[in-house]
Nanobody, 119 residues
Framework: QVQVVESGGGLVQPGGSLRLSCAAS????????MGWYRQAPGKQRELVAA???????KYADSVKGRFTISRDNAKNTVYLQMNSLNPEDTAVYYC?????????????WGQGTQVTVSS
């Protein structure tokens, strides 16, 4: 299967920017899509952005125009560029990878990285 590891979280002031990274390892040839979810305290986990192996992207309405998901195939890494951050973006951000390996579909999750937007 595939393992994913996030990095890049931290504390940022409102209006600031952060870039999250998600590095994949293992059976990377089996990946169909990768993306990011987030979970704020007391709230359900929600999809933030996703990118397919073909390059198609989708975003949550709340982040459209502010966040950009991209990938570097040579590094097996997906990025989430987050601009114009506001306190409502505070959450633990989780990277995931979807794929099919040995005819079985899977979703691999990272351990999460904390993003805190506060003055």
């Amino acid at each position: 299967q595939v393992q994913v590891v996030e990095s890049g979280g931290g504390l940022v002031q409102p209006g600031g920017s952060l870039r999250l990274s998600c590095a994949a390892s293992g059976s990377i040839f089996s990946i169909n899509a990768m993306g990011w979810y987030r979970q704020a305290p007391g709230k359900q986990r929600e999809l933030v952005a996703a990118i397919t192996i073909g390059g198609s992207t989708k975003y949550a309405d709340s982040v459209k125009g502010r966040f950009t998901i991209s990938r570097d195939n040579a590094k097996n890494t997906v990025y989430l560029q987050m601009n114009s951050l506001n306190p409502e973006d505070t959450a633990v951000y989780y990277c995931y990878a979807d794929g099919v390996d040995s005819y079985r579909s899977y979703r691999s999750w990272g351990q999460g990285t904390q993003v805190t937007v506060s003055s």
